[in-house]
Each structure stands twice: as C-alpha cells, then as structure tokens.
C-alpha cells in the first residue's frame, strides 16, 4: 500500500510539475551564440505587460507539456518585453508592430517567420513543425535582390508567396515555378504588402521599396494601390513615432530614409524639399527633449544654410517669406542660446543673425546678435551694435528697450 501510494505521489508529483517552455533568461547574443553550438533555432516571444493575449498565451499555451517538450529540444527560448532595451530593439529590428509576435529564427538570428496574436496549443506546434523544413529571410533577400532589375510586377512574388505558402516547405519552389513562366498567381495575391508589409525586418522593408521602379505596380485596381500605399506609409509612421518614443536615433534615422525612399517611389509629385523640412523639424524636436544639444546644433546649421540658399536661389522679395524665414532663425537661434554657450555655437547665431538682418532689419535679431556676443565675453561690440541697431532697425524704440534691458541684466 506504501508503495502505490508512493508511486501515485511521484507521477503526480511530476505530471504537476510539469514546466511548458523554459525561457531562459540571458540576452539575444547569448541565444545566437548557444543556438549556433547546439544547432538549434530560435524562439522569441515578444510581448508588453499590458497586452492581454501575450498572458493568456504565458498561462495556457506556454505551460503545455507537449509544447515544452518540442520547444525545448529545438529552440533557445527567449521571452522579451518589447517596451525594455533589449526587446524594443528586436521588435525594431524585425518590424513587430503588434503583441503578441512570436519570432521564429534560424541559429544565425534570421527570420525563418513570424505569428501574431494568440495561438492555440496545436496550431503553435503546427506552425514550430514547419520550421524546421523553411528557407530563412535570406533566401527572400537574394530573390528580390535577383528581380529587383526585371518586370517591377515581378519583383513582388517572393513576398506575396511567402505570405501565402508560409506554413509550406514547398514555397522556394512554387516562386521559381512562376519565374519559369509555369505559374499565375500575381492577381490572386496583391494584397501581399497590405497585410504583410509591417512584419518584415527594415532590410526587407528596404529591398521591396527599392524594387518599385514605377508608381502604380501594386494593382490594376487604383482603388487596391491607394489601400496599399496607405498600409506601407502607416507602417512607417509608426516606426518612426515609436523610434522617437524610445529615444532611438538609428531607428529614428533609417525609418526617415525608408519613409524618403517610400515617398519617392508612389508620388510622381513627391517634393525633396518638404520632406527634408519634416525630417529637419523631427530631428530637431528629438534632440531637444533628449538634450542632444551638439546634434541639435548641427541639424539647426544644416536646415539654415539650406533654407537661406533655397531662399537665395529664388530671388524673392515675397513679404512673407521673408518674415517665416526671419521667425524660423530667430527660434532656432533663441533655443541655442539657452542650450549652448559654446563659442563656435555663439559664431554661428552671430552669423546668422546677421543673414536675418540683411534680409530686413528687425531688433529681435540685433538682440540675439547681442546675446552671442556678451557670451563670448564681447562688451564693446554690444556697444557698438546699440548704435547700428538704433540707426536701422525698423523697430528701434522697442530696439532701444530690450538692450537696455539686455545691458541691466549683464
């Protein structure tokens, strides 16, 4: 009786002990590195603490036996938060935009696919099965490097079958099939980039953009390209806003050059000079909440050499683009002085504001001018700036005021 009792106590013992996946708590690096000496691939679950399905997934999916059994012996687990250092910059990396993505990648951190959202016990399995008989992303990358030459409609069937046969070992095949001209499945599957874009890694992202040699490839529906277009561009925005969020400059940077090449290859109107003026003001805008106060100071120099030779190059006397380009500097200039007192910053806003008073002499800028020059320790030439100003300025009594408020203060 002992005896029974003891085995009943043991098998419950271990039937309630039962792990599920083990994720290990080390970083990405360690992965690869483990994966690569176990010839193992790589699991990766990211998810936030506020999305519900990603605990739902941990508590009912994840603690499975079967589930634990195969994820253990062919995978190096890792669970990462994407709002932490580490998981944000694999969701960047990857192009996750939703929680929960599972990540499912090769030993050398490739992309073999991903799924999003909850998944049952069997399907999780199902789709863990097929991965171990899928090409990686890189087979992807050299098709479309390959076609990105050739027919632009073409270019876009590895994607669009890659999305379709996703589960199917068979899918490297079925795309040269098409290429052999033994295939016609473009008009089934144009909706590829609409649902699938935003799951690609920004490599990916950047190869299918550069192979869009024309506007209008997507579809012979102008209805299902505007759809298409909104979807990629929407994408982007988000990365971008996110990237800001995180404080993620290289991010911040090469989703700005995705968006730029985007915008190039859809809109036949597409104007350089408004966008480089949008990606200026975000830039800036990043800098000056993280306090990135030299590259602050080099984007404020690019944007107003570039404005003042666009404006020169235009050869206007317009009224009022003088007075947008006057107030541009003049902000640009007031927010350095508070963050600098750098002697080649103060040179800078010395220069231009004498740019914004060539091009109408206003007191605001003999002011700055002023402000440099006291912070470089300058009297004399403030003394001898009150005359020039008072003589020209087109406001000279409200001039007179605020440097003799500037002197009091100094």
Same mark, same amino acid.
């Given at each position: 009786?002992?005896?029974?009792?003891? !085995?009943?106590?043991?098998?419950?013992?271990?039937?309630?002990?039962?792990?599920?996946?083990?994720?290990?708590? $080390?970083?990405?690096?360690?992965?690869?590195?483990?994966?690569?000496? &176990?010839?193992?691939? $790589?699991?990766?679950?990211?998810?936030?603490?506020?999305?519900? %399905?990603?605990?739902?997934?941990?508590?009912?999916?994840?603690?499975?036996?079967?589930?634990?059994?195969?994820?253990?012996?062919?995978?190096?687990?890792?669970?990462? +938060?994407?709002? =932490?250092?580490?998981?944000?910059?694999?969701?960047?990396?990857?192009?996750?935009?939703?929680?929960?993505?599972?990540?499912?990648?090769? *030993?050398?951190?490739?992309?073999?696919?991903?799924?999003?959202?909850?998944?049952?016990?069997?399907?999780?399995?199902?789709?863990?099965?097929?991965?171990?008989?899928?090409?990686?992303?890189?087979?992807? !990358?050299?098709?479309?490097?390959?076609?990105?030459?050739?027919?632009?409609?073409? *270019?876009?069937?590895?994607?669009?079958?890659?999305?379709?046969?996703?589960?199917?070992?068979?899918?490297? +095949?079925?795309?040269?099939?098409?290429?052999?001209?033994?295939?016609?499945?473009?008009?089934?599957?144009?909706?590829?980039?609409?649902?699938?874009?935003?799951?690609?890694?920004?490599?990916?992202?950047?190869? @299918?953009?550069?192979?869009?040699? $024309? @506007?209008?490839?997507?579809?012979?529906?102008?209805? +299902?390209? $505007?759809?298409?277009?909104?979807?990629?561009?929407? +994408?982007?925005?988000?990365?971008?806003?996110?990237?800001?969020?995180?404080?993620?400059?290289?991010?911040?940077?090469?989703?700005?050059?995705?968006? &730029?090449?985007?915008?190039?290859?859809?809109?036949?109107?597409?104007?350089?000079?408004?966008? &480089?003026? *949008?990606?200026?003001?975000?830039?800036?805008?990043?800098?000056?909440?993280?306090?990135?106060?030299?590259?602050?100071?080099?984007?404020?120099?690019?944007?107003? %050499?570039?404005?003042?030779?666009?404006?020169?190059?235009?050869?206007? %006397?317009?009224?009022?683009?003088?007075?947008?380009?006057?107030?541009?500097?003049?902000?640009?200039?007031?927010?350095?002085? =508070?963050?600098?007192?750098?002697?080649? @910053?103060?040179?800078?806003?010395?220069?231009?504001?004498?740019?914004?008073?060539?091009?109408?002499?206003?007191?605001?800028?003999?002011?700055?001018?002023?402000?440099?020059?006291?912070?470089?320790?300058?009297? &004399?030439?403030?003394?001898?700036?009150?005359?020039?100003?008072?003589?020209?300025?087109?406001?000279?009594?409200? %001039?007179?005021?605020?440097?003799?408020?500037?002197?009091?203060?100094?």
């Amino acid at each position: 009786m002992r005896y029974i009792a003891f !085995v009943l106590f043991f098998f419950f013992s271990l039937t309630g002990n039962a792990q599920g996946i083990l994720f290990e708590e $080390i970083s990405f690096d360690e992965a690869l590195a483990k994966a690569k000496e &176990q010839n193992k691939r $790589i699991f990766v679950e990211l998810q936030t603490s506020w999305c519900g %399905n990603c605990r739902r997934l941990e508590k009912e999916v994840f603690t499975n036996d079967t589930i634990g059994t195969y994820f253990n012996k062919n995978f190096v687990n890792l669970s990462l +938060d994407a709002e =932490q250092p580490e998981g944000y910059a694999i969701a960047s990396t990857f192009g996750v935009a939703a929680y929960p993505t599972l990540l499912f990648l090769d *030993s050398q951190g490739i992309k073999m696919m991903h799924s999003v959202g909850f998944k049952k016990v069997n399907t999780l399995k199902s789709i863990a099965n097929h991965t171990a008989y899928l090409k990686s992303d890189i087979h992807l !990358v050299k098709l479309i490097e390959k076609l990105s030459t050739g027919n632009s409609e073409k *270019s876009l069937i590895p994607l669009m079958e890659h999305s379709k046969d996703f589960y199917s070992p068979e899918w490297p +095949d079925v795309i040269e099939d098409y290429f052999n001209g033994s295939s016609e499945r473009i008009d089934e599957q144009l909706d590829f980039l609409k649902s699938s874009f935003s799951h690609l890694t920004i490599e990916l992202k950047e190869h @299918v953009l550069n192979s869009l040699k $024309i @506007v209008g490839i997507f579809s012979k529906s102008r209805k +299902d390209e $505007i759809g298409i277009q909104r979807k990629i561009e929407s +994408d982007l925005d988000h990365h971008i806003v996110r990237a800001s969020k995180h404080r993620d400059e290289a991010h911040l940077l090469k989703y700005l050059d995705l968006k &730029q090449l985007f915008l190039k290859r859809t809109k036949p109107n597409f104007s350089l000079t408004e966008f &480089q003026d *949008s990606k200026e003001r975000m830039l800036l805008d990043f800098y000056e909440k993280n306090r990135r106060y030299s590259e602050f100071h080099k984007t404020t120099s690019k944007r107003i %050499n570039r404005l003042y030779s666009h404006f020169s190059g235009k050869r206007t %006397n317009d009224s009022m683009s003088i007075s947008w380009l006057q107030k541009e500097t003049y902000e640009l200039c007031r927010k350095l002085l =508070q963050m600098h007192d750098d002697e080649r @910053v103060m040179e800078d806003i010395i220069r231009w504001s004498e740019k914004a008073i060539e091009l109408k002499p206003k007191s605001i800028h003999y002011l700055q001018k002023a402000k440099a020059l006291l912070k470089k320790g300058q009297d &004399q030439k403030v003394k001898e700036l009150i005359k020039e100003a008072s003589l020209n300025a087109v406001d000279a009594e409200m %001039n007179r005021l605020h440097f003799d408020l500037l002197l009091k203060e100094n």
